[in-house]
């Protein structure tokens, strides 16, 4: 036994733990303190104070604990709690709040030092700390009141436009609003999976028993188990939820068993004893090599192309005749993990009936969208989705990384089977091996223009490594096509994309979802085309820049919610000036971003409106919550329309109502979300805002057309979001001194948010310009297994950024508001590659620019 104290109390836990957090969160059940990397200590979530001093508790042994004094958030006094909570919320200083507890500890231990706590210090301790969402702008805006002695007022945003708090605000910040992993009910078993030791084998044999006679076992379940179907997919069902005896493995993510113990340690220790008799392939890691086999990589399937988009438009051949100038280059983009902050967790609890067989299944979920996790769960078990429901528990970030099932259905199936609660929480390790990543796409570029630098012709070849299984990745090489010649004019085209299947990681939706690896190379092609017309980068970026009338990329004629491209371009411009009079390198780079599915997809999003006899009001809607604030937007929406305090709603996703508009992508949740909350709010005006009676509200999106229909002027996408962002360096260092940002929002709905997700976005998007990465070796192994090794840009690197919010309300959607989640990194890379050239006069066509262990492998792409 180890003893301690914990927030006053004397205690003791059992000294098995492998650390001071595991005691913590699975014995002392104080769940505050977050397991986001445990026990590498690299992301900070888990941060307490010990005798004083902030800690990493998943660092911390029980021996080293013994004795001391340990405080968590829930033993900080109820005036700093509210003070702490209060200033984080007022600043903006949380979106998905997982991170949040532990950055407050450690601001906590900085505000009880002796000297006084500065924002350059502040920046500098906090680099034990990561955070995904924010950028760490607003972080260290709120440390920085604090340490003044500043008191924040935490408003509560009102109707559309209002500047204000995010829903659950201080609960988040304070670690009082769990998230999966923090839930426990009484009997709950825990399941751990067993991954396979190759990314392309036949699996001869699987061997538990071994694992059951360890303690605390009580099922290992295989493939044999399903009752249903085995795979599941958002697009192609073709993801295994196991590999059979008899199967092959397609990558390292590949689950072979799952393990369920009384605790979590049980069930982990008894991972390793399930024996597995392998016979080892060569996997294919190449997309060349796949493409040209015909051989599958892939189990079951038939061929390793995955999807081809192409389209052309125009003489193009006659216009590179014409053209005064051609620029050609081949760019490469880097695979990328979305390291958010909370690995994944599921929690499924049986309803049991009196002849002890499970009738039905509630599923805590954290996925992006839940009603696509219940009918693959109902499809998995061979039954009624009448007989599941999933709550939505709002998660601790995703990026697109949550879009496709991860351990959803093998816990679905566990606790269906055994009739008792099994939650499942995958380790970071674990976390990289299964769950998708950004595409690295190589992409062969040749541009041409006439002698004042107008576009003439762009022509593009892009291939992509997509992983052995479907996911999204032929929508996501489709966007890049579609988004190949960037917010232009360009008088003819001809673009082709190619998604591969491999038996690297499998990759998906990302943020930005193509857009900002078509948008690097076409910045890249503008810069290089201004510096031989010798004009600013500025310049031509102007001279091309589409507005209401012409004809976009793939033929799209643009309606007016195109003016925002120019209104962002003109607002970096006296940026652009002064960097220029001050003789600092300054680069530049302009985007557009799809918001909506679009490409002939019939979008429909449904939510309702309640009036309950307390007085509140219940909003319900079918979008995940993820940080980005959909919660707030549909409360300011009813807000909006009803006309009541944002006090009285609250707001409710799970799948009791067929609401479901499937995932939460695509920067389409705010647009369609207020949309179909504004629907529903209009509704219940009309029907008398009767008591009991749920209003439902519909908004629908279904006039696009396909990129591969082959009309002349096809609508791809319904709106668009535009951004123009510029990178000035430091003359001397050529580090980067200033980040100036300008989105076209539409129509902000919350400022406050809307200034967060850029600046979380410009973070981002720097980290994938000069440092990310997560490469795959020659046998498909990811070569980086820590968050550390992804090389996050820390909170002391974050340069200055300005964020200017841009209002050109698009004429298609609810409040003319445009998707601000993803476009924020489009234009990142481009820019820094631009302020790079101009410091040092070097182009840059491959990323990460800096950090070259984490780009993808030359001889994997040749």
Request: glycine share 12%.
């Amino acid at each position: 036994m180890a003893g301690f104290t914990v927030n006053g109390q004397t205690v003791e836990v059992r000294d098995h733990h492998e650390h001071l957090l595991a005691a913590l969160r699975d014995e002392l059940r104080i769940t505050s303190p977050k397991d986001g990397c445990s026990p590498s200590g690299q992301c900070g979530c888990c941060t307490v104070l010990i005798d004083g001093k902030a800690r990493i508790s998943c660092q911390t042994s029980l021996e080293k604990a013994d004795g001391a004094e340990i405080t968590t958030l829930e033993g900080v006094p109820e005036d700093e709690r509210t003070r702490m909570a209060d200033a984080f919320a007022a600043h903006g200083a949380l979106q998905c709040g997982f991170c949040t507890p532990g950055i407050v500890m450690r601001t906590v231990a900085l505000l009880g030092r002796d000297k006084q706590t500065t924002r350059d210090d502040a920046a500098r301790h906090l680099g034990a700390h990561l955070c995904r969402c924010t950028g760490y702008v607003k972080i260290l805006d709120a440390v920085e009141s604090l340490a003044l002695g500043e008191t924040s007022v935490a408003i509560t945003a009102g109707g559309v436009g209002g500047r204000g708090t995010k829903y659950e605000g201080q609960a988040l910040t304070l670690g009082d609003r769990g998230f999966i992993d923090d839930m426990e009910p009484a009997g709950c078993f825990h399941g751990a999976v067993v991954l396979s030791e190759h990314a392309r084998a036949d699996i001869h044999a699987i061997d538990s028993s071994a694992a059951m006679a360890m303690p605390g076992v009580v099922a290992v379940f295989t493939a044999a188990d399903v009752p249903g179907e085995l795979r599941s997919g958002l697009i192609h069902k073709d993801w295994p939820a196991f590999i059979p005896i008899g199967g092959r493995t397609s990558y390292l993510g590949d689950v072979l068993a799952l393990v369920v113990a009384e605790t979590r340690a049980q069930a982990r220790a008894a991972t390793s004893a399930v024996a597995i008799d392998y016979g080892v392939l060569q996997p294919f890691t190449n997309p060349a090599d796949a493409l040209a086999t015909d051989e599958a990589a892939v189990w079951t399937l038939d061929g390793n192309m995955l999807s081809r988009s192409a389209y052309s438009r125009g003489g193009v051949d006659e216009a590179f005749e014409r053209a005064t100038h051609v620029a050609r280059d081949t760019f490469q983009t880097q695979r990328i993990d979305h390291a958010f902050l909370e690995p994944e967790s599921t929690l499924a609890v049986p309803t049991v009936g009196d002849d002890n067989a499970t009738e039905s299944l509630y599923v805590y979920s954290g996925g992006q969208g839940v009603w696509d996790d219940r009918n693959d769960i109902a499809r998995m078990l061979n039954i009624s989705t009448d007989q599941v429901t999933v709550e939505l528990v709002s998660n601790g970030g995703a990026f697109g990384g949550k879009e496709d099932m991860s351990n959803q259905g093998q816990t679905a199936l566990a606790a269906w089977l055994l009739g008792r609660p099994v939650k499942t929480t995958f380790s970071r390790e674990e976390s990289f091996l299964v769950h998708t990543k950004r595409h690295p796409i190589r992409m062969q570029y040749e541009v041409g223009s006439d002698a004042n630098g107008k576009l003439l012709a762009v022509r593009a070849k892009m291939i992509g490594d997509s992983g052995p299984y479907a996911s999204v990745g032929m929508k996501v090489l489709e966007r890049a096509a579609g988004h190949a010649s960037g917010p232009y004019v360009t008088e003819t085209i001809d673009i082709e994309a190619t998604a591969v299947r491999t038996n690297n990681s499998v990759c998906g939706a990302f943020r930005g979802f193509g857009a900002n690896q078509a948008q690097f190379a076409m910045e890249g092609m503008m810069d290089r085309l201004a510096e031989m017309a010798g004009i600013s980068g500025w310049e031509i970026r102007s001279r091309n820049v589409v507005e209401p009338g012409v004809v976009w990329g793939p033929g799209q004629i643009m309606d007016d919610g195109s003016l925002g491209a120019r209104a962002c371009l003109d607002a970096v411009k006296p940026a652009w000036d002064a960097a220029e009079a001050a003789g600092n390198p300054v680069g530049m780079g302009l985007g557009l971003k799809n918001s909506g599915l679009g490409n002939g997809a019939n979008e429909v999003s449904r939510s309702t409106v309640r009036f309950d006899p307390d007085d509140t009001v219940e909003i319900r809607h079918c979008w995940t919550e993820m940080g980005q604030g959909i919660h707030t937007v549909a409360r300011q929406v009813a807000v909006e329309e009803l006309g009541i305090e944002a006090d009285r709603i609250t707001v409710v996703v799970d799948t009791t109502r067929e609401l479901g508009a499937g995932q939460t992508t695509g920067s389409r949740g705010t647009v369609m979300g207020a949309g179909s909350v504004a629907d529903a709010c209009r509704n219940a005006i009309a029907g008398g805002c009767e008591v009991g009676v749920e209003y439902e509200g519909v908004y629908v999106v279904d006039w696009t057309n396909s990129i591969n229909e082959g009309l002349e002027n096809p609508v791809i996408h319904s709106t668009f979001g535009y951004a123009a962002q510029l990178v000035e360096l430091d003359a001397e260092s050529g580090d980067i001194a200033k980040v100036v940002a300008a989105h076209d929002v539409g129509r902000a709905v919350n400022p406050l948010l809307c200034e967060g997700q850029i600046e979380g976005a410009v973070h981002m998007g720097l980290g994938y310009a000069l440092s990310e990465g997560f490469p795959c070796d020659e046998n498909g192994k990811p070569r980086n297994e820590t968050l550390r090794s992804l090389d996050i840009i820390r909170p002391k690197d974050m340069p200055p950024t300005e964020v200017i919010l841009v209002e050109s309300p698009d004429p298609n959607s609810p409040y003319g508001i445009k998707g601000v989640g993803e476009i924020g990194l489009v234009p990142t890379a481009g820019a820094v590659a631009a302020a790079l050239h101009a410091h040092d006069g070097e182009w840059r066509n491959e990323l990460p620019m800096r950090t070259e262990k984490n780009r993808e492998r030359a001889s994997a792409w040749q």
